[in-house]
Structure formats: structure tokens, C-alpha cells
């Protein structure tokens, strides 16, 4: 039982739900970078090249023959995903400096002084009467 309970433990702390929420969001957020580097910005970088489709750019090596598949090195596809990978970097980029940023104003803002103790009260009210 005890292996259990410790399984347990390890398994619902914070830090690792905290790294499987944000797994899941990051593979989320990778379908959605996919979708809009192919649907908005392949198509349009294609328009600005002569209406090229990078995903059909290749280098044949050697032609198909009969049965024999085609060998090709996809230059285009590899294009494609390097793109995507510059948008997903600099998103991630824009994320940690906004996250740094706040945490920066959070570190300047001020604190705000420390209530004086009851004793320090206490003098002043004493010093206050002694003026009068």
C-alpha cells in the first residue's frame, strides 16, 4: 500500500498537473499553428511566388518505375513546417516576455510600509501627550 500512496502523491502534485495541462495546450495550440500556416499563409506566400503549392516542391532522385516508388528529397514540405516552427517560436517568445514583464512590475511595486507594533503605538500616543 505504501508504493501506492506514494504513486499517488507523485501523481497529483500540482507541478505535474500543471506540465500535463500544459502538454495538452501545447498540442492544441500546434494544430491550430498547422491550420493557419497551411490554410492562410502557405497559400499566400504560394500567391506572392506564382501560385506555387510548397507542399508539391520536390527534388526527384530517381523517377518512379513500375513498381518502384518514386525517391524524392520534399524540400517544400520541409519550408512549410520551418515556417511553422518560427511562428510557434516567436508566440512562444511574445508569451515569456509578457510573463516577465509582470513579474517585473509585480517586483517594483512598492510595499507597502509596515504597521508600527503596538508598543511603538504606545510611544507615540505617550509622546503625543507630553507635547500638550
Do not use: C, H, Q, W
Not at 507523485?10 to 500535463?20: E, I, P, R, S
Not at 495546450?25 to 498547422?34: E, I, P, R
Not at 513579474?103 to 504597521?115: G, T
Amino acid at each position: 500500500m505504501g508504493m501506492i500512496k506514494e504513486f499517488k502523491e507523485f501523481a497529483l502534485k500540482g507541478n505535474l498537473v500543471d506540465m500535463a495541462i500544459a502538454f495538452v495546450m501545447g498540442g492544441a495550440f500546434g494544430k491550430v499553428t498547422s491550420s493557419f500556416i497551411d490554410g492562410m499563409v502557405m497559400p499566400a506566400v504560394g500567391m506572392l511566388t506564382g501560385g506555387v503549392d510548397f507542399n508539391d516542391m520536390k527534388y526527384v532522385m530517381k523517377a518512379a518505375e513500375g513498381e518502384n516508388a518514386e525517391v524524392a528529397i520534399k524540400y517544400g514540405a520541409f519550408i512549410t513546417v520551418a515556417i511553422e516552427f518560427l511562428v510557434v517560436a516567436f508566440v512562444m517568445f511574445m508569451v515569456i516576455k509578457a510573463m516577465n514583464n509582470m513579474k517585473k512590475k509585480e517586483a517594483e511595486a512598492p510595499a507597502a510600509p509596515p504597521e508600527p507594533s503596538s508598543t511603538d503605538k504606545l510611544l507615540a500616543e505617550i509622546r503625543d501627550s507630553l507635547k500638550k
